[in-house]
């Protein structure tokens, strides 16, 4: 057995023995720092690779990128969501400027929570995913970037040259392989897009439950 089919299934076989712990803590919304304030919003799904199983998980963080001067794709520089429910992740008062969504973070509680930390997961999205998310923010503006359910490896083999880069700036001293990759509780992921939704129907949609998630901030008026 190779090591890829090896990760895969000690994967699925720590995914199986934990549950849903909801570990995300209750983020408080942030105001309004400025009436030209903006903001971006990406709805996202994960689909494990336990597949018949067909377990869909919701990301606790996602981790964004401002594309400036040099680098294109390949910043040094990420920035966390700042609110985020139900797999809708918000980055509110956000300068303008280019932006992608480049990872996602979400830990699953051991069904032993007393004796067991929880088991956290990155998850880094593939080049093709990344310019998928790519998205101008105007002074003003609030954007919804789409909503995507991403297709989860079982580990780091066969990265590409972005998700190598962002693993090295988000997690650079975390395992990818070898057996401490598997005791750690701390696992490393590569993410690519299975489906993309931009169209109306889907954008009506996340303005409804936006208005709900950011209900009694100055950002609920904001969304259309």
């Known amino acids: 057995m190779n090591l890829l089919k090896m990760q895969c299934l ?3 076989a720590v995914l199986i023995s934990v549950v849903l712990g909801g570990c995300a803590s209750t983020q408080p919304i ?26 869909m998980f919701e990301p ?7 594309i400036d001067g040099e680098g294109g794709l390949l910043q040094q520089k990420i920035i966390r969501s700042n ?21 996602e973070f979400h830990q699953l509680t051991p069904r032993h929570q007393e004796t067991e930390a929880p088991l956290r997961y990155t998850t880094y999205f593939s ?22 359910v991403v297709n989860v490896s079982g580990g780091f083999n066969g990265a590409d040259e972005v998700q190598t880069h962002y693993k090295n700036v988000i997690a650079p ?14 696992y490393q992921y590569c993410g690519t897009l299975l489906e993309r939704k931009i169209d109306e129907q889907t954008h009506n949609e996340f303005v409804r439950k936006a208005k709900e998630d950011l209900a009694g901030s100055g950002w609920q008026t904001r969304i259309r």
Request: net charge negative.
């Open 173 to 186: 001293n975390a395992n990818t392989s070898g057996f401490g990759y598997f005791i750690g509780g701390d």
């Open 83 to 103: 609110y985020i429910k139900d797999g809708r992740a918000y980055l509110l008062n956000v300068r303008p400027g280019i932006y992608v969504a480049v990872a």
């Open 60 to 66: 606790e963080q996602i981790y964004f990128a401002k």
């Open 10 to 12: 000690l994967a699925a």
């Open 30 to 55: 942030p105001e309004l720092s400025d009436p030209k304030s903006s903001g971006l919003a990406i709805d996202v799904s994960l689909k494990t690779p336990l597949g018949m199983f067909g377990i």
């Open 127 to 148: 080049k093709e995913l990344v310019e998928q998310t790519r998205v101008t923010v105007r002074e003003g503006d609030f954007v919804f970037i789409g909503s995507y």
